[in-house]
């Protein structure tokens, strides 16, 4: 059993920066590969990123290719989404995710969190 809490949300301007942070509980974070996915009002939660679970490997979805970057500290049960140039279109409720392999689907995954609200605006 894996518990997540996710932080490091707010309101930012475009072109801005903001790192989430997703806390896991229990010792078996480090077998775990990570997820981060979003849902913006009226649309489907989409993938944004994935990580391994020693962070060798990641995966983005095209949308935040090259503007976000996923990190783990696995003495620390910590994931983190650092955000750059942000664009209102990134607007979303964050949620961070737990699977065994890296996965991008979210249908995949075991253990979800329970959301931080992104705002950006323009």
């Known amino acids: 059993q894996v518990q997540l809490v996710e932080s490091g949300g707010g309101l930012v301007q475009a072109g801005g920066s903001l790192r989430l942070s997703c806390a896991a509980s229990?010792?078996?974070?480090?077998?775990?590969?990570m997820g981060w996915f979003r849902q913006a009002p009226g649309k489907e939660r989409e993938f944004v990123s994935a990580?391994?679970?020693?962070?060798?490997?990641?995966m983005y979805g095209d949308s935040v290719k090259g503007r976000f970057i996923n990190s783990r500290d696995n003495a620390k049960n910590t994931v983190y989404l650092q955000m750059n140039s942000l664009k209102p279109e990134d607007t979303a409720v964050y949620y961070c995710?737990?699977?065994?392999?890296?996965?991008?689907?979210?249908?995949?995954?075991?253990?979800w969190g329970q959301g931080t609200q992104v705002t950006v605006s323009s």
């Open positions: 995710a737990a699977t065994l392999g890296l996965k991008s689907l979210q249908d995949e995954y075991n253990y």
């Open positions: 229990g010792r078996t974070f480090r077998f775990y590969a």
């Open positions: 990580i391994s679970p020693s962070g060798g490997s990641t």
